[in-house]
């Protein structure tokens, strides 16, 4: 009876048909950088996890929020006002050179100063107040130690917030700069021309190079010192000392080296050639001449020049190709100095004892 029992319910399992489970192909390219859970669900990889995280950190963070308005009044302060009590300068100024976008970047109608003297001032304050408690605060709060705890790279979690940190940098210079383009769209009704697009496009890609540096910066402070108030503190000196200090210092060193009134085209050659290499030591005065080069195509030169040098030269614009070799060299400085500061931190971090205190 019993063996009877036992061949019907077997019977039973070997009727019964179970439907194999369709896996989703794996290859796809959307699978190559994440995982599938248990759940059936697509998991980033950690590196996205922590960029993603890092970004929206930051668009909900006060500090971000208040800097941003800033920096956007800012600009359409003193854009509205060009727009309005300049634009009959505007118009006779590019009528020459047919540039009428570019000097929405660079003049002004004396009230407020132009949109790049803007960026140039409060760009640097907006990468360090990204950067400057990077590491020290996930240190103090002790999840740097629990993030460690998991199978992440080390240095993954730093090149999380650099990378984010350029993103929020990019989005934010990018759409200025294309709302000062639909300011000027709507004031005239002309679209710019393909010149005068790819200069400002050129000119947003090296401001987001210079705020990086700041950013950079902050972010080593924050790798070599633990208090966020003394990464920020140290940043905003370094600011400070470049803008304020810096130039009274090479001021005073120019004064001494300066020619008399009988010195010979050699010996006054020469002290140009000192007070302009002096001055490359400044970040902002790299960035300076590289928006007065781009934005500005009738810069045909940013150090002296000599008589034989100036003999023969016709004044006129130079194409963007040219522009971008004339700067190329500030261009360099100014990526090798974020270069630096990335490299610093990395060696830092990678060495430090992350464990929290207590």
């Known amino acids: 009876m019993k063996n009877n029992v036992f061949q019907a319910a077997k ?17 796809l390219p959307i699978f190559k950088n994440g995982s599938l859970g248990n ?15 890092e970004v929206t950190d930051h668009i909900r963070n006060w500090r971000f929020i208040i800097l941003f308005a800033l920096i956007t009044l800012a600009c359409l302060g003193t854009l ?8 009959k300068a505007l118009v006779t100024d590019s009528s020459d050179n047919n540039f009428f976008f570019l000097n929405l970047f660079t003049k002004s109608d004396g009230t407020l100063p132009p949109y790049f003297v803007f960026v140039g001032f409060l760009g ?4 360090i107040s ?21 199978p992440v790279p080390r240095d993954s979690i730093l090149n999380a917030k650099f990378l984010a940190g350029i993103i929020v940098i990019s989005v934010m210079l990018f759409s200025l700069s294309f709302l000062v383009l639909g300011a000027g769209l709507v004031a005239i009704g002309i679209p710019p021309t393909a010149e005068e697009f790819m200069r ?19 972010i080593l402070f924050s790798v070599r010192f633990r208090q966020p108030a003394t990464s920020a503190l140290l940043g905003i000196a370094v600011w400070l000392f470049f803008t304020l200090f810096y130039p009274m210092i090479a001021n005073l060193i120019i004064k001494g ?18 007070k302009f290499y002096l001055l490359q030591i400044m970040p902002n005065e790299l960035f300076d001449e590289i928006t007065s080069a781009i934005l500005v195509p009738s810069v045909r030169s940013l150090g002296p020049l000599t008589m034989e040098q100036l003999h023969g ?23 090798a100095l974020t270069l630096l500061c990335f490299l610093l931190s990395y060696i830092l971090f990678m060495k430090r004892e992350i464990r929290s205190r207590g």
């Open 200 to 218: 400002i496009m050129v000119y947003t890609v090296l401001s987001i190079v210079y705020v990086s540096f700041w950013l950079n910066l902050s």
């Open 39 to 53: 759940d059936g669900t697509l998991t980033l990889s950690p590196f996205k996890a922590m960029v993603k995280k």
């Open 313 to 335: 030269a016709i004044p006129s614009s130079l194409p963007l190709g040219q522009s971008v070799l004339l700067v190329w060299p500030q261009f360099t400085g100014l990526l």
């Open 80 to 87: 509205f006002s060009t727009l309005n009590d300049g634009m």
């Open 124 to 127: 640097p304050l907006f990468g």
């Open 257 to 274: 080296y300066e020619p008399s009134k009988f010195a010979s085209p050699r010996a006054i050659y020469f002290y140009e050639k000192l």
């Open 130 to 150: 990204l950067g400057f408690d990077a590491i020290s605060s996930e240190q103090n709060r002790g999840t740097l130690s629990r993030i460690l705890a998991q």
């Open 11 to 27: 019977l039973k399992l070997t009727a019964i048909k179970i439907p194999k489970l369709q896996l989703p192909d794996t290859s």
